[in-house]
């Protein structure tokens, strides 16, 4: 018993080891700064095809550094609920923001990836009262040029503050290079997501 007990001891602290390698690891892609020679980790997502997601509060009048903290770890932990098991994705805390790094090889971001993010959002608000945009990046990302998308992602969080509440935008340019928002409400069609359910049930 003593000795099983001592052996999840040691497999818990690999697994702590692990993650904070690995969340180093993928902040050093996000400050376009990755390591000449990849860690031994475990990355849930492929290097290439990656799509940005960051998850930003819609308010933080009187939030204080330890309360970021804890809502970010409720976020973190309801977003791991959600995404984990459907998709390979990597969720880390950045920058007092949740990141989530998402592979998008077949375009499922309208039909199957907001749809997830809008119940994120609404879960959080039920529950917790807690109310989150997320800005998401144009193009998919490698994990050896991850900067400029993350950099699409935070300009697209940005432009939600603007939008109201719950919004989610994605980074757009048009073809002078000014900033444009593809909108996608924070209401999201009804009629949209349950045809986009019902295609998925049907699959």
Same mark, same amino acid.
Not at 33 to 37: E, F, G, L, M, V
């Given at each position: 018993m003593q000795k099983s007990k001592k052996i999840a001891e040691l497999y818990n602290q690999v697994q702590h080891k692990n993650s904070l390698l690995k969340d180093r690891y993928l902040i050093q892609c996000i400050e376009g #700064?990755?390591?000449?020679?990849i860690p @031994?980790? #475990?990355l849930s997502i492929h290097p290439e095809n990656i799509l940005v997601f960051i998850l930003g509060l819609d308010t933080k009048e009187n939030v204080i550094g330890q309360d970021m903290s804890l809502i970010n770890f409720c976020i973190t932990n309801i977003a791991e609920e959600i995404f984990l098991h459907a998709y390979p994705c990597e969720i880390i805390t950045y920058n007092q923001q949740v990141i989530l790094l998402c592979n998008d090889k077949i #375009? *499922?971001?309208q039909c199957e990836i907001i749809p997830q993010f809008r119940h994120l959002q609404l879960y959080l608000k039920k529950q917790f009262d807690i109310s989150v945009s997320i800005g998401i990046s144009r193009d998919k990302a490698t994990l050896s040029n991850m900067a400029p998308f993350y950099r699409q992602a935070s300009m697209a969080?940005?432009?939600?503050?603007?939008?109201? *509440?719950? @919004?989610?935008?994605q980074y757009q340019l048009d073809f002078s290079d000014h900033l444009k928002s593809s909108i996608i409400p924070s209401q999201y @069609?009804? #009629?949209s997501l349950m045809l986009c359910l019902m295609a998925l049930q049907k699959m």
């Open positions: #700064n990755p390591p000449a020679h @031994s980790i #475990n #375009n *499922k971001l969080l940005d432009q939600c503050y603007f939008m109201g *509440k719950q @919004s989610i935008v @069609s009804l #009629n």
